[in-house]
């Protein structure tokens, strides 16, 4: 049986592109949410670097193939041998974008071939926050990619959901902020070989806690009805019956990563309340700046009732 056949025979496979013709946008965020969606339900996924130049992907996951500069477009036919029944993901960078390289005509090679087979083909494009000129620049790249079913991703990477233009009319998916110490734990997973999807089916000892709210994030990006349509299941379910499990809300600012140990998590939860505990931190930093003398402990107090009025 030929791959081609091979392919057909697995049922509705997809290829998801997740492009932007700038850098820092989340497009390989993106790719590795989609990665973990899809494997968590159980279907087998090939990704496709096609970052040139600054090959995100393939250096944060290891087992991704990419599409180097030189590549002719008659190679089409040996990239989809790759394939290999999977359904494909490509980090489509901003570098590809701009350089009119082969590597762009081998990418639509590649997906007329997709397309003959019936892969449902789906491209979806970031808009960050506070970047001008986000939002027109993802309207152009949907209407150059029109030939495929597009997404707009509002990427909320600060958490200020201020974007550029006026967003309310589009028709997007969101991406929620991560608070910088749990990009800091995923990002530990990725360099001892973790993925997002085997820390879900395993967390690693002692990060239960950190590993459930890497959950939450991903299962708000992923049950959005938009993404339930293209994974073709619904990750919420899956999340649930391996246990994992909404957290109380964090508001964890520069909170270093040994702070998200499990021991650390539980000690916080039996304060009660995160904001009492940030407020104690704060106390505990002025006094340690003032010092435990006599004059430090007068001059904290002063410094306390400043920003107290504040």
């Known amino acids: 049986m030929t791959i081609k056949n091979n392919l057909l025979a697995t049922g509705a496979l997809i290829s998801v592109s997740a492009v932007s013709n700038a850098g820092g946008e989340g497009k390989t965020t993106i790719a590795i949410l989609v990665e973990a969606a899809l494997d968590l339900l159980g279907r087998s996924v090939q990704l496709i670097d096609i970052d040139q130049g600054m090959g995100s992907l393939a250096f944060q996951r290891g087992q991704a193939r990419s599409l180097d500069w030189g590549m002719s477009d008659l190679k089409a036919d040996i990239v989809f041998e790759h394939l290999r029944g999977a359904n ?61 079913e597009c997404h707009a991703v509002l990427v909320d990477r600060d958490n200020s959901a201020n974007y550029d233009e006026d967003v309310s009319s589009l028709p997007a998916l969101k991406l929620s902020h991560l608070e910088p110490v749990l990009q800091q734990f995923r990002t530990d997973l990725q360099q001892q070989g973790i993925s997002l999807a085997d820390a879900m089916r395993s967390p690693p000892a002692g990060w239960l806690h950190a590993t459930d709210y890497l959950g939450m994030w991903l299962r708000a990006f992923a049950t959005q009805p938009i993404m339930i349509d293209i994974l073709g299941g619904d990750l919420g379910a899956v999340l649930d019956a391996l246990g994992r499990q909404d ?10 990563l040994k702070n998200l140990h499990d021991d650390a998590i539980e000690d916080r939860l039996r304060l009660g309340d995160f904001g009492m505990l940030v407020q104690k931190d ?6 340690d700046m003032h010092g435990l003398t006599p004059a430090g402990l007068r001059a904290a107090a002063d410094e306390l009732e400043r920003r107290a009025s504040a």
């Open 88 to 148: 494909v993901i490509f980090d489509f960078g901003a570098n590809a974008l701009a350089s009119g390289a082969p590597v762009i005509r081998l990418y639509g090679k590649v997906n007329d071939a997709l397309e003959k087979i019936g892969f449902r083909r789906v491209a979806l494009v970031p808009i960050s926050t506070n970047k001008p000129g986000a939002v027109g620049a993802a309207k152009d790249i949907i209407r150059a990619f029109s030939y495929i």
């Open 247 to 256: 957290r109380p809300a964090l508001r964890l600012g520069g909170v270093s």
């Open 282 to 287: 704060g106390v505990w930093r002025v006094l």
